[in-house]
């Protein structure tokens, strides 16, 4: 646990204030501290991970590849560390950043078990000062919001919905200590990721399950497996190239050369290649052609394809058609990767509610109730996601200058230069905000991408003698519209998905992140960079920081 006062609103030696100690904070502190950088990060929860420290529902794990889904900013920890398995689970991805925050002895600047709950610009200081759940104020020139696009949890707007007397989980908050479903009526909440993911295990282990759906999702198997030896060697001798090719790619996954066009291909062509990438599994499933997420009709034969997979997966030809998406393009919500979920629904003790057909009128302390039917439940589960990418800001008290909220700035979809940096808002960097790659992406490639970006941008303000660093409205504005632009070359505002705010009743319906691809971005931001920073203004500060070696 590191030492700190209980106001350090006095510590003069504070550069950077970080909130946030998932895979993204912790590299930031690592990154900052080694430039020399005086850094102290905020975290809510008791210990380090993120995501993965809060979603420990039953069979999560990730959807990109292990060996990719890790740093690559250290070769030491790369050839250190062995993942098990194809698709790592949750114990140990987070097993793996607690390594990683031991390794590089980082837990001694972070505050555990402390909430920032505000953010304010001080224009007479060019500082931040920041309030914690404690009552604490911590100040410093720079603030990073470490904290995650997929961090705040999101219940159903359904009435009664706290009244449920038995015991309720959210996936993204599951208990530490394991859950013991054996013999129980369980209700879940949600057909996304992570209840695709979880269900199967419930299944497994309850009495009964009822599965509450709004809307089907499409999902490809993991085809997960443990990992061979031959394989863990041939990928770490390779890595500086591998890791190179995820940077040079469009989502940040180690694929060689173009994919062709679904439209020009033949109907054997297509089916072939479709057939190739089932068999592969996972995420690469949309890798298949370069067009499925433009063209309707390339991407009518691809979720056409994963429409007749579900047919010959579930057993009941009336339940299949139920969770089959028929209204929106596959990919344009978030495409799941699943151990088994389909054939869960071959299952005796496993039943597929229609909410579609029979909306939910209540939770009440004994179950829940929809127009046509009443479930008791002992214990019910909500899949039902998160206030993505933007709901964890708006929960924090941000004010720039002119004492101006983000959460108004942002009141119509949120507007970033870069999703890196938002206009009145001096010295504040967003990781994987809204306006860059992030959730479309490898997501630890594009956090090293923004840690290495952000770093390099404060030793350079450091070197330079400059302590203020501003987006500017112009840079913001060609910025915001070149992400919708892309949004309207594409299929994705076609699906109510949490990309674009829809799963959230009353945000604004805006395509949040950025569809130029990881590639394309990378060199955008370099060439910023290069530029003196083009976009953003730059001046002396009122404050200095000096380098410093620890
Ligand atoms: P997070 O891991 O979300 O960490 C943010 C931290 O900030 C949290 O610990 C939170 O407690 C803290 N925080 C937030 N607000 C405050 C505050 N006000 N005060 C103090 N602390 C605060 N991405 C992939 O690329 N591949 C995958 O396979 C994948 N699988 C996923 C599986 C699940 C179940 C989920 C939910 C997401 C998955 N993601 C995946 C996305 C995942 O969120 C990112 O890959 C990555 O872990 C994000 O790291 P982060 O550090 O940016 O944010
Ligand atoms: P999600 O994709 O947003 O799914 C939430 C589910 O709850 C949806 O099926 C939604 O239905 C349903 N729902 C929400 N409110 C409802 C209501 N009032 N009534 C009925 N149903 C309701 O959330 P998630 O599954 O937690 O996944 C979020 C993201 O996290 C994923 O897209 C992915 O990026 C990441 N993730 C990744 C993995 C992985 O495989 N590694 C696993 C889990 C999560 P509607 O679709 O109709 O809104």
């Known amino acids: 646990m590191v030492s700190v006062s209980r106001d350090t609103a006095g510590d003069a030696s504070l550069d950077v204030v970080v909130v946030g100690a998932g ?57 250190e560390w062995t993942w098990t398995e194809r698709y790592a689970a949750q114990p140990e991805i987070l097993a793996y950043l607690e390594h990683v925050a031991d390794r590089f002895d980082l837990r001694r600047d972070i505050q555990f078990d402390t909430r920032i709950t505000s953010c304010h610009f001080d224009e007479t200081t060019d500082r931040w000062t920041l309030l ?34 038995g015991p309720t989980f959210h996936t993204g908050q599951w208990p530490h200590e394991p859950v013991d479903f054996s013999g129980q009526r369980v209700g879940v909440i949600g057909t996304g990721s992570s209840a695709i993911q979880s269900i199967p295990h419930l299944a497994r282990q ?63 062509e297509r089916a ?22 433009i063209d309707p009709a390339a991407n009518e034969a691809a979720s056409e394809f994963l429409r007749t997979k579900i047919r010959e997966r579930v057993e009941d030809p009336a339940i299949a058609a139920l969770l089959s998406p028929t209204d ?135 070197r330079t003698g400059l302590g203020r660093i501003e987006a500017t409205p112009e840079a913001e504005e060609q910025w915001v519209d070149l992400v919708a632009q892309l949004a309207g070359l594409s299929l994705f505002e076609k699906a109510n998905s949490w990309y674009i705010g829809a799963n959230v009743e009353g945000k604004p319906r805006v395509f949040m992140p950025y569809l130029g691809g990881v590639n394309t971005y990378r060199a955008q931001c370099d060439e910023i960079a290069a530029n003196g920073y083009q976009g953003f203004s730059l001046r002396e500060g009122a404050h200095r920081v000096e380098a410093r070696v620890r």
């Not at 599965?211 to 198997?221: A, C, E, G, L």
């Not at 479709?274 to 499933?285: D, T």
């Not at 990767?337 to 496993?350: H, Q, S």
């Open 206 to 268: 309850a009495a009964q399950l009822v599965i509450f759906q709004r809307t089907p999702n499409f999902s490809v198997p993991a085809w997960n497996h443990p990992l061979d030896p031959d394989y863990v060697a041939e990928v770490k001798a390779a890595y500086p190239e591998r890791r190179e090719l995820c940077r040079q790619s469009q989502a940040g996954f180690p694929i060689e050369g173009t994919p062709g066009s679904a439209s020009t291909a033949t109907e054997e």
């Open 23 to 79: 895979f993204a904070g912790l590299y930031l502190l690592h990154r900052l501290r080694s430039l020399g950088f005086s850094v102290r990060v905020y975290e809510a929860a008791s210990g380090v991970g993120g995501t993965w420290y809060w979603n420990r529902y039953p069979g999560a794990r990730c959807d990109v590849e292990s060996v990719d889904y890790s740093y690559s900013f250290s070769p030491e920890l790369e050839q």
């Open 272 to 293: 072939a290649q479709f057939g190739a990438k089932w068999q592969e599994g996972g995420l690469r499933f949309l890798g298949a052609f370069g067009d499925l997420l």
């Open 132 to 165: 914690t759940d404690g009552g604490e104020r911590v100040v410093a020139p720079y603030c990073v919001m470490a904290t995650g696009c997929l961090s705040t949890t999101k219940l159903p707007r359904v009435p009664g919905v706290e009244s449920f007397a």
């Open 328 to 462: 929106y393009p596959c990919g344009t919500k978030r495409l799941c990767v699943d151990t088994g979920y389909y054939e869960t629904f071959n299952r005796d003790n496993v039943t597929l509610v229609d909410l579609r057909r029979s909306p939910i009128e209540a939770i009440t302390p004994t179950g829940v109730v929809t127009t046509e039917a009443t479930y008791e439940f002992d214990a019910l589960v909500f899949a039902t996601g998160f206030d993505a990418m933007t709901g964890t800001l708006a929960n924090i008290d941000i004010r720039g200058t002119d004492d101006l909220p983000l959460i108004e700035k942002w009141h119509d979809g949120p507007r970033s230069y870069l999703g890196l940096a938002a206009s009145g808002f001096p010295n504040l960097f967003f990781i994987t905000g809204p306006g860059s790659p992030s959730v479309l992406s490898n997501m630890v490639v594009s956090i090293e991408q923004h840690v290495d970006w952000i770093a390099d941008c404060l030793d350079h303000l450091r």
